[in-house]
């Protein structure tokens, strides 16, 4: 049995230390039955996005789209949150900074984050693990701490009810804020949050957060997602979303088809980022696009690969980071200098966004030093081939054969048509561990 | 909506999107403009929306609109489903950075048909001030007869095909177009060269195409420099200072521009603490201009009748750096110069930097507080329009080098 040794982030003011949980009163308003009559919040059902079947509304914008409603909405409650003095602390006194380079990466000075206690013991081995409802899940929050319920609706309209009772007899998804953000309007997306799944992907879950990405219409709001084994502290399903008004440097990287399924969607891995991952887009809908991502993710965990969720565009495009740190970690593989900085890449970390306790590490933060973190969570490059094939095979593109010229290769679908897939680098060679030297490949 | 279908041809652009340029370079500007034989278009990231106040006839040739269903609107209003999405990202990072940008765009026709162009943008610097005035984009068409790249779909017969699936990623356009993608020619099947090019993952322009667009935006840049001449307010296409503190970067002011209800900034740390945005519906509230509130205290809407206690209680919140909502009266100058109610809300904002850099001002006129149910409630909205001026500032300065 693998374990790590780590200082869980705090997302609720009502996630104590494990040992002492035994005294779960209440009067705490949280989601129980105890306190759950008469609980009310509001209600947003996102249009449907099989009846408002366009994926992309721009070609008759008039202008720079203005704030949507969802939009509205988080930022609102979120801003009525932080005046009332509910997170550990201003994440907006924080200083922030783009580091000089190629991608952009953005360091975060945020010494408060990160709590000076004992840490506890997370077993790192086991993508898939039981719900446990004597530990801290999201039934324990305080009814405060939830912004409003969250649906996927059944019309092509948005429906908003600004007072709908909360009913444990009809499974409903809620938002809630992070106590702890990394940034301003860090909130998570539980969904249906009384039934108590444990922290793995389902399709009709991952619908639900790329439906939340969608209505949100805003680029820089994106959602993530951390497996067991990849950084979740939690095993209570949930999703994490924020803004951030710049690209991440996972966003601009370079990518290189791999195949197109039946339905459309589009797989690329990325060129020249230190940790290798798939990106889907496209599909003939959004639906397609989500349940090809879900296939691929039930595919990793049945596997026990851990793995990172990404949601950007708006939910057109998906990242997918299969990683290993955690296991390296317990192995005790990875270099003292990263494991002393304290972070943990989980999906911020690998998209790009570095907090960072220690002002030492702020000050020298470089480009160069997150590639070398970043690179210890990556799958080595024979190791993601390998976890590209069954990925491949679970969502129905079998068979593929590699030509050693290294050209062309086909893949047999199942129905007989062929596909072309270059499967091998053309252009600078393999993607390198990330060392210092290998990094100057861009140049 | 199809402005297509109408027989009479409906402005959408205001006031302010039709003078654009005649206040920044003087009347004959327009004129002059079209005498360029390019397509290209012009746009003003100081108005909301960031729209286009030039279109060339080149341009309305090319994708058969006419003036008027043109100014007013944004760029990607000639984007559609089929538009790359990096592409997009890799013009709005341009814009948000204040940087040009060269990219092969697929864009659409008033009648729907795609067609694909070299986009070429360039932003346009006040000389003294280091603000951005405009963004200029110029659009070469392409044919990519030689140059392109298919999405393989199921059934095609792809073996001939010899092509490098290689999607350009949004880093610098140095690393993108390195050693990458020189000259190489694709063999392609010519059947269905029209047909199918919205599909295309990829157009390459040729060299000759990418130098007819550094050209235009060269004739371009010069007739907004010689007509800047005459203004006596120079415009250049580097900038020659760094932007004044006081002036905001043009990607705050687009962000801004999103947020549609009433609100301020002022600058705490200018004497006086002066205004140095005002939204649309400010200026609808309150019945000014744009320049008449600029650089002004927010005190020009208090008058006789309003309670100084109200206005020593928000000096105080200003002070110690508080958030405060008060209900303050003040007196509009709209045609009937009425007083109003507004329940106004201040806050400190912070900047990257993690210190105060603005005070944000949100004003709800209080005979509009009836919610209809489905909609936020006014509280929430108010909050949320000091949400989103957080994540703008916050973000705004947090540009690459």
Known sequence: MLKIKRVPTVVSNYQKNEAADDSVGCGRNCLGACCINGARLPLYACKNLEKSREKIVVSHEAEEPPVAFLESLVLGEWEDRFQRGLFRYDVTACETKVIPGKYGFVAQLNEGRHLKKRPTEFRVDKVLQSFDGSKFNFTKVGQEELLFQFEAGEDGQVQFFPCMPLDPENSFSVVAINVSPIEYGHVLLIPRVLDCLPQRIDHKSLLLAVHMAAEAANPYFRLGYNSLGAFATINHLHFQAYYLAMPFPLERAPTKKMVTTVSGVKISELLNYPVRSLLFEGGSSMQDLSDTVSDACVCLQNNNIPFNILIADCGRQIFVMPQCYAEKQALGEVSPEVLETQVNPAVWEISGHMVLKRKDDYEGASEENAWRLLAEASLSEERFKEVNTLIFEAIGCSDQEEDPEGTIVHQQIPNGGVFNQKSNRIHGGPITNGTASECIVLQ | ?401
């Open chain 2, 1 to 401: 909506m199809s402005l297509a279908e109408e027989s009479s041809v409906v402005s959408v652009f205001t006031e302010e999107e039709e003078e654009s340029l005649n206040r920044r370079y003087t009347l004959w500007i327009k004129e002059a403009l079209d005498e360029l034989p390019h397509n290209f278009t012009i746009t003003d990231p100081f108005l909301s929306g960031h729209p286009i106040v030039f279109a060339s006839l080149g341009f309305l040739k090319m994708t058969g609109y006419s003036r008027a269903e043109v100014i007013g609107r944004n760029g990607k209003f000639f984007q559609g489903p089929k538009t790359n999405r990096r592409s997009i990202m890799e013009i709005r990072e341009a814009i948000r950075e204040e940087r040009s940008v060269q990219v092969s765009l697929l864009n659409y026709r008033k009648s729907g048909s795609p067609f694909w162009m070299l986009f070429h943008m360039i932003p346009v610097f006040g000389r003294d001030d280091g603000k951005v005035i405009n963004f200029v984009a110029v659009q070469v068409p392409i044919s990519g007869r030689d140059h392109h790249r298919k999405l393989t779909s199921v059934g095609d017969d792809v073996s001939s095909l010899d092509h490098s699936e290689f999607v350009f990623g949004s880093c610098r356009r140095e690393v993108c177009f390195g050693n990458f993608v020189q000259h190489r020619a694709l063999p392609v099947e010519c059947d269905d060269d029209e047909q199918g090019l919205e599909d295309w993952e990829y157009c390459e322009a040729s060299e000759s195409e990418k130098l007819r667009a550094v050209e235009a935006i060269n004739n371009v840049l010069s007739v907004l420099t010689r007509y800047s001449e005459l203004s006596g307010r120079l415009v250049c296409g580097k900038r020659y200072c760094l932007r004044g503190v006081d002036c905001l970067s043009s990607s705050l002011v687009i962000s801004l521009g999103r947020i549609k209800q009433s609100f301020v900034l002022t600058n705490p740390c200018i004497p006086d603490m002066p205004i140095i945005y005002a939204s649309d519906a400010f200026l609808t509230l309150t019945g000014y201009k744009r320049h008449e509130v600029l650089g002004q205290n927010c005190r020009f809407l208090s008058g006789v009748d309003t309670d100084s206690s109200v206005l020593y209680e928000m000096k105080e919140c200003i002070l110690k750096g508080q958030s405060c909502t008060v209900q303050i009266l003040n007196y509009s100058n709209r045609k009937d110069k009425s007083t109003f109610w507004n329940l106004l809300h201040i806050s400190p904002v912070r900047n990257a930097s993690g210190k105060t850099a603005y005070f944000v001002g949100v004003q709800v006129e209080a005979s509009c507080r009836n919610t209809e149910s489905k909609e936020l409630r006014p509280e929430t909205k108010q909050l949320s329009v000091v949400g989103a001026v957080r994540v703008a500032v916050r973000s705004s300065f947090m540009v690459t080098c």
